[in-house]
T-cell receptor, first 112, second 119 residues
Framework: GQQLNQSPQSMFIQEGEDVSMNCTSSSIFNTWLWYKQDPGEGPVLLIALYKAGELTSNGRLTAQFGITRKDSFLNISASIPSDVGIYFCAGQLNFGNEKLTFGTGTRLTIIP | DAGVIQSPRHEVTEMGQEVTLRCKPISGHDYLFWYRQTMMRGLELLIYFNNNVPIDDSGMPEDRFSAKMPNASFSTLKIQPSEPRDSAVYFC?????????????????FGPGTRLTVL
């Protein structure tokens, strides 16, 4: 089956630093998504990407849909304490197929 | 809106017992998903429904797992008999097919999850 590999697995940064994480796949996806999971909660959608090469921002978050449609990255600028959590990429193979494949996750910790 | 509601939030049971997890999707949503999250395997889709009909159950681990959606506002995931390797957090999510939405992705809204421990 499809696999989405995320890197890094974990990050320890100081407040105010920028963060970058990425996701690669062996398959082509039509849609790339980035979710965030807070402790004890379910994942929440941050950004959705629909076109190869697309660059989308949501506040301090910026994500790009790779030109090959097999990768995506997420950047967080000027990190704040509430950015702590696990970030997941997810891919949707085809429009009309609601099934998502999730990445392995990147755990972000902010050092005081 | 109350969001997706799952119950119980925590379940501890002994091996061999039957476990039933419950989910109430967001009102008006026509898709419902069951996921399992573990450290080893991450977040995996088990099954999803559209208008109460199972569409893809290829992620259901084995015959011990079954899911039903008797109506638009309720779904269950049952494990019988349960085993220690079933210990995980189980999430329910729902989404709505947006008419005329050419993007093709309908945002899935996740519930808070049920943490299952099988001893």
């Amino acid at each position: 089956g499809q696999q989405l590999n995320q890197s890094p697995q974990s990050m320890f940064i100081q407040e105010g630093e920028d963060v970058s994480m990425n996701c690669t796949s062996s398959s082509i996806f039509n849609t790339w998504l980035w979710y965030k999971q807070d402790p004890g909660e379910g994942p929440v959608l941050l950004i959705a990407l629909y076109k190869a090469g697309e660059l989308t921002s949501n506040g301090r978050l910026t994500a790009q849909f790779g030109i090959t449609r097999k990768d995506s990255f997420l950047n967080i600028s000027a990190s704040i304490p509430s950015d702590v959590g696990i970030y997941f990429c997810a891919g949707q193979l085809n429009f009309g197929n609601e099934k998502l494949t999730f990445g392995t996750g990147t755990r972000l910790t902010i050092i005081p | 809106d109350a969001g997706v509601i799952q119950s119980p939030r925590h379940e501890v049971t002994e091996m061999g017992q039957e476990v039933t997890l419950r989910c109430k999707p967001i009102s008006g949503h026509d898709y419902l998903f069951w996921y399992r999250q573990t450290m080893m395997r991450g977040l995996e889709l088990l099954i999803y429904f559209n208008n109460n009909v199972p569409i893809d159950d290829s992620g259901m681990p084995e015959d011990r797992f079954s899911a039903k959606m008797p109506n638009a506002s309720f779904s269950t995931l049952k494990i019988q008999p349960s085993e220690p390797r079933d210990s995980a957090v189980y999430f329910c999510a729902s989404s709505h097919q947006l008419a005329g939405d050419r993007r093709g992705y309908n945002e899935q809204f996740f519930g808070p999850g049920t943490r299952l421990t099988v001893l």
